[in-house]
């Protein structure tokens, strides 16, 4: 059986509406509980990279335990969802990744293994400070050229907020995706100091990028299309979600913030029949899904590897 796995950026409300204090983040709550249906009723298990900052709030860090403990793999999405990750001085890069990592480690009691950036905002500098933290691997490669309609979607969604200038700064980053490589590849750090093991987004041979979203945007039948054809091009599937992906539109309540995600007009139950699908043509093409770092372990296992992680 081939494995897969299921990422879930979990880009939170509290972290859309600039952290706020003492804030009950339903993405950590009733949002999350959504997501948690689908993996006990079919019996596996998510990756859940989570933003740092998040895990200052304790209720939040509890459910984050409560996860871990559940056999859910917790990675890192950084400290504070920097969008321009990529461009920030080495030094800022890293106190992205450290603080990320050491709040993780200490709320589950295990150092995260895996990564993926903000806005898949990848660096040299942001996969050197992963080696020097012991990662195993990163999932920040979007090497597709919908980058481009997503950068522009962006910049557009957040004219007037105060990220419209990390998103705009990202232009110097979208032909650096359209261009990096389709399939898994090792990072090697310059002096010599260790490897980081890579798994770019599944992409089919046109280079068009397959994550959950994007069904929102093509439609679910134009969406199972390129699922089917992404499981069959990929040398490592995933499937990336985000935790808007499980909001329903009474979660929210920032127009704002509404607007900039029309995913969240769409009713919660016409969200689960979709993903419900997406699930059932896993288990028609024979997969079974693991974590990120299973799948990982799995890909740069093979002999054309020649390395083990």
Same mark, same amino acid.
């Given at each position: 059986?081939? &494995?897969?796995?299921?990422?879930?950026?979990?880009?939170?409300?509290?972290?859309?509406?600039?952290?706020? @204090?003492?804030?009950?983040?339903?993405?950590?709550?009733?949002?999350?509980?959504?997501?948690?249906?689908? #993996?006990?009723?079919?019996?596996?298990?998510? *990756?859940?990279? +989570?933003?740092?900052? %998040?895990?200052?709030?304790?209720?939040?860090?509890?459910? !984050?335990?409560?996860?871990?403990?559940?056999?859910?793999? $917790?990675? =890192?999405?950084?400290?504070?969802?920097?969008?321009?990750? #990529?461009?920030?001085?080495?030094?800022?890069?890293?106190?992205?990744?450290?603080?990320?990592?050491?709040?993780?480690?200490? *709320?589950?009691? !295990? @150092?995260?293994?895996?990564?993926?950036?903000?806005?898949?905002?990848?660096?040299?500098?942001?996969?050197?400070?992963?080696?020097?933290?012991?990662?195993?691997?990163?999932?920040?490669?979007?090497?597709?050229?919908?980058?481009?309609? /997503?950068?522009?979607?962006?910049?557009?969604?957040?004219?007037?907020?105060?990220?419209?200038?990390?998103?705009?700064?990202?232009?110097? %980053?979208?032909? &650096?995706? +359209?261009?990096?490589? &389709? %399939?898994?590849?090792?990072?090697?750090?310059?002096?010599?100091?260790?490897?980081?093991?890579?798994?770019?987004?599944?992409?089919?041979?046109?280079?068009?990028?397959?994550?959950?979203?994007?069904?929102?945007?093509?439609?679910?039948? =134009?969406?199972?299309?390129?699922?089917?054809? =992404?499981? &069959?091009?990929?040398?490592?599937?995933?499937? *990336?979600?985000?935790?808007?992906?499980? $909001?329903?539109? =009474?979660?929210?309540?920032?127009?704002?913030?509404?607007?900039?995600?029309?995913?969240?007009? !769409? #009713? $919660?139950?016409?969200?689960?029949?979709?993903?419900?699908? !997406?699930? %059932?043509?896993?288990?028609?093409?024979?997969?079974?899904? +693991?974590?990120?770092?299973?799948?990982?372990?799995? *890909?740069?296992?093979? /002999?054309?590897?020649?390395? /083990? $992680?």
């Amino acid at each position: 059986m081939n &494995k897969i796995a299921i990422g879930i950026h979990f880009d939170s409300l509290g972290e859309a509406y600039n952290f706020p @204090e003492n804030f009950q983040d339903p993405s950590f709550f009733k949002i999350m509980d959504r997501f948690l249906e689908f #993996s006990s009723r079919r019996k596996f298990q998510y *990756t859940i990279y +989570v933003i740092g900052k %998040d895990l200052e709030n304790e209720a939040n860090a509890a459910q !984050v335990r409560k996860w871990a403990a559940m056999g859910h793999e $917790i990675g =890192s999405h950084s400290w504070s969802h920097h969008v321009d990750l #990529s461009l920030l001085t080495k030094e800022e890069v890293y106190e992205q990744v450290y603080k990320a990592h050491e709040i993780i480690t200490r *709320t589950t009691g !295990v @150092e995260p293994k895996g990564f993926v950036a903000p806005g898949w905002a990848y660096s040299d500098d942001v996969y050197n400070s992963l080696i020097s933290l012991n990662y195993k691997y990163d999932t920040s490669v979007f090497s597709s050229w919908v980058m481009i309609p /997503q950068y522009f979607f962006w910049i557009v969604n957040f004219i007037g907020s105060p990220k419209f200038k990390r998103f705009f700064r990202r232009g110097a %980053d979208v032909m &650096k995706s +359209v261009f990096a490589p &389709k %399939d898994p590849f090792v990072y090697h750090e310059a002096n010599g100091n260790g490897n980081l093991y890579v798994l770019p987004i599944p992409i089919t041979k046109a280079r068009i990028a397959c994550w959950h979203s994007l069904g929102f945007v093509l439609g679910w039948k =134009s969406h199972f299309k390129l699922l089917r054809q =992404s499981l &069959k091009e990929s040398k490592a599937f995933y499937y *990336t979600m985000h935790a808007g992906d499980m $909001i329903a539109p =009474s979660d929210l309540n920032n127009e704002t913030f509404s607007r900039r995600m029309p995913r969240s007009k !769409v #009713s $919660i139950e016409e969200k689960k029949q979709m993903f419900e699908r !997406v699930l %059932d043509i896993f288990e028609e093409n024979g997969m079974e899904i +693991v974590t990120c770092h299973e799948l990982a372990k799995d *890909t740069f296992s093979r /002999q054309e590897y020649e390395i /083990q $992680i």
